[in-house]
């Protein structure tokens, strides 16, 4: 675990939107990356992405957002599934080239 926080990076986001992300911990070994968006609209933002992989050789990617305020929970889902779906072109182009 990471026990000191990483300075901020902004982000941009397709739709130009921009967030000032912190990394909270990356765990190679978990296949796990733990962020928290640290301005824009939230007054709080703990998000974690993981790879499991599955008995038939396949992985299952896990997204979680933690946010207040709850207003903003549609917007956030909206940009995390086109994200999830970037994600998903990309590994399965990456896997044709393989």
Do not use: C
């Not at 000032?20 to 301005?39: F, P, T």
């Not at 007054?43 to 896990?62: L, P, S």
């Not at 909206?78 to 072109?89: A, N, S």
């Amino acid at each position: 675990m990471n026990q000191t926080l990483s300075p901020s990076v902004l982000s941009p986001f397709f739709n130009g939107a921009e967030a000032r992300e912190r990394l909270i911990d990356l765990s190679d070994e978990d296949r796990r990356l733990v962020w928290s968006i640290v301005d824009g609209p939230y007054a709080h933002h703990n998000g974690a992405a993981q790879v499991f992989a599955k008995e038939d050789g396949t992985t299952r990617f896990v997204w979680i957002a933690d946010l207040l305020p709850n207003e903003v929970a549609q917007v956030t889902g909206e940009l995390m599934e086109r994200g999830i779906d970037t994600v998903k072109q990309t590994l399965e182009a990456s896997a044709t080239v393989s």
